[in-house]
């Protein structure tokens, strides 16, 4: 069965101060991990998605790494907007296209 | 391009009652999935229809029903409301290899 853990629950960072969320996968052959933002009140909004093994990619203050067990979402010198949460999910070869969602991790950021 | 569009956005109904929730779909997608989103379990797959078909099923009771029309709308209904049905209900939709799936704002259900 797929897997998607998300660490930590919750964090709090003070503006300006960089930090990193986890996501770790068990899955049987990736097809890809996605990450999603969503704001209190509303759906998740799509941000990236990785498909191997040391494939990164960039938005802003945000960048998204990938290995063969975890994913990476690094923020830079956050803002007080980039408060959410964010969502992993990971879509495993083979069977159905649903991807199967971690709980997320919510953040705050403090001016 | 328009995104996911749900309707009602907000929904008030008490226990034994049923109810109907809509999914308009980003325009040329044929995949729209639906979800179950409560902070004690967190995103939860309920099912997910492509070309009319139901393709994929999650493990819920048969209270929950859905169906695609030929246009790809997609609505969802709920028999014999629960109190434990309460929660964010979002649809998504998806298309091509990528399998990106897009979401709406999703349908506040609250079960009194």
């Known amino acids: 069965e797929d897997q998607v853990t998300q660490s930590p629950e919750a964090l709090r960072l003070q503006e300006g101060e960089s930090s990193s969320l986890n996501c770790s996968y068990t899955?049987?052959?990736?097809?890809?991990l996605f990450w999603y933002r969503q704001d209190p009140g509303k759906g998740p909004e799509f941000l990236f998605t990785l498909y191997s093994a040391g494939e990164e990619k960039e938005k802003e203050r945000l960048k998204a790494t990938l290995t063969k067990k975890e994913s990476f979402l690094h923020i830079t010198a956050p803002k007080p907007e980039d408060s959410a949460t964010y969502l992993c999910?990971?879509?495993?070869?083979?069977?159905?296209?649903?991807?199967?969602f971690g709980r997320g991790t919510s953040l705050i950021v403090h001016p | 391009k328009a995104g996911v569009t749900q309707t009602p956005r907000y929904l008030i109904k008490t226990r034994g009652q049923q109810v109907t929730l809509s999914c308009s779909p980003i325009s040329g997608h044929r995949s729209v999935s639906w979800y179950q989103q409560t902070p004690g379990q967190g995103l939860q797959f309920l099912f997910e229809y492509f070309s009319e078909t139901q393709r994929n099923k999650g493990n819920f009771p048969g209270r929950f029903s859905g169906r695609q029309f030929s246009n790809s709308r997609s609505e969802m209904n709920v028999s014999t409301l629960e109190l434990g049905d309460s929660a964010l209900y979002l649809c998504?939709?998806?298309?091509?290899?990528?399998?990106?799936?897009?979401f709406g704002a999703g349908t506040r259900l609250s079960v009194l």
């Open positions: 999910a990971v879509r495993a070869s083979g069977g159905s296209y649903i991807p199967t």
């Open positions: 998504a939709s998806s298309s091509g290899a990528k399998n990106i799936q897009y």
């Open positions: 899955v049987s052959g990736l097809r890809g």
